[in-house]
């Protein structure tokens, strides 16, 4: 029986990055530049919120129409810290009430109460390219760059697009523990492990983490996971349940300890840019994308047995599915063996 095949490491293939997919960035690149992982390819002015002075109250007066004429700087104006912002004479001239600006910013407003609202300046927040290549397109989707990557496939994971160094904490059979996460651990990539709980989740969110690629985990905490986003990606290479990581995804991963990654739950896959002495290399799935069904196969399981990975033992023609569909059995650890329709297989291979 002829079946899909996935090909889960994929050390060097060409392929086009998508960046700069924010509605507030402005691309600093043109079509045909080429870039290196540290050039800024976009920048957004991000808003970092506003402060409220109690200014009639300041300067003596009642009202909005009776602060704003008393302002030196209209509003719109951009101010200084310490710079004059209103100004206002008492006592027949012998007094003078004057209001320094506290900070740098711009003049909102001033609301009814005679509140003068000044907002700070906006950050600049930069994108750099985190990958070398060509640029091929700009648009307000983002910015098309032509490069080479590795590239992790897995079968299961959830979370939107996330950007962060891989940062290695587990060996492929222990389990992902609350005590291998700390502060260090903050905005990156964490990969190790056989299996992830509750609790790692949980303070892995508290921390930053910004994803997790771990060998397997329980059906139930990963359903809590839901398909809104928690704020952080995860992937689960091998399954649900105790799965240890395979081999060759945890050698390809550890190769790039410390190396920018792109994870993506929906895409459920890891991408790692590579250098530009790396070229890429044959990406075609030896064999094709179809592939017959062998004893000692690595194979996926879908349908009702989703998420598990095992060992094809037996193959049986005339199983209990009826329709003249194959039966496969299919040795998922020491102590169980799955019988499955055998339409419901994927061969793994490594790279």
């Known amino acids: 029986m002829i079946v899909p095949v996935t090909r889960r490491v994929i050390k060097s293939q060409k392929v086009n990055l998508t960046r700069l997919v924010s509605d507030k960035e402005t691309a600093k690149v043109s079509v045909g530049e080429a870039v290196s992982p540290e050039d800024v390819i976009g920048v957004a002015e991000i808003p970092s919120g506003r402060r409220l002075v109690k200014l009639a109250s300041l300067l003596g007066v009642h009202g909005r129409r009776e602060v704003e004429k008393h302002l030196v700087k209209p509003l719109g104006a951009r101010v200084f810290e310490g710079e004059i912002l209103a100004r206002r004479k008492s006592f027949f001239g012998l007094k003078t009430n004057v209001f320094r600006s506290p900070i740098d910013g711009v003049i909102s407003e001033v609301d009814g109460f005679g509140s003068l609202v000044i907002d700070f300046l906006p950050c600049q927040n930069r994108l750099v390219a985190g990958v070398g290549g060509k640029v091929l397109e700009v648009s307000g989707k983002g910015v098309v760059i ?206």
């Open 146 to 351: 032509e490069t080479v990557v590795s590239k992790i496939k897995t079968k299961v994971g959830v979370g939107k697009e996330r950007e962060g160094s891989i940062k290695i904490v587990a060996e492929p059979n222990e389990f992902l523990l609350p005590t291998k996460l700390d502060v260090s651990c903050r905005d990156k990539i964490i990969v190790g492990g056989a299996s992830v709980g509750k609790e790692t989740l949980e303070k892995a969110l508290t921390i930053g983490v910004r994803g997790l690629v771990v060998g397997g985990i329980n059906v139930r905490d990963f359903s809590k996971l839901g398909e809104l986003d928690s704020g952080m990606t995860v992937l689960i290479t091998e399954g649900f349940g105790i799965r240890p990581m395979a081999e060759d995804v945890y050698l390809e991963l550890k190769k790039h300890h410390d190396g920018f990654g792109i994870i993506n739950g929906s895409q459920r896959e890891l991408i790692i840019p590579l250098s530009k002495e790396d070229k890429e290399t044959n990406s075609e799935v030896p064999g094709g994308n179809w592939q017959e069904l062998d004893l000692g196969l690595k194979v996926y399981l879908s349908g009702e047995a989703h998420g598990h990975v095992g060992i094809l033992e037996k193959i049986e023609q005339n199983g209990q599915y009826g329709f003249n569909v194959p039966e496969a059995l299919v040795r998922i650890d020491q102590s169980e063996t799955l019988r499955v329709p055998a339409c419901n297989l994927e061969i793994i291979r490594g790279e």
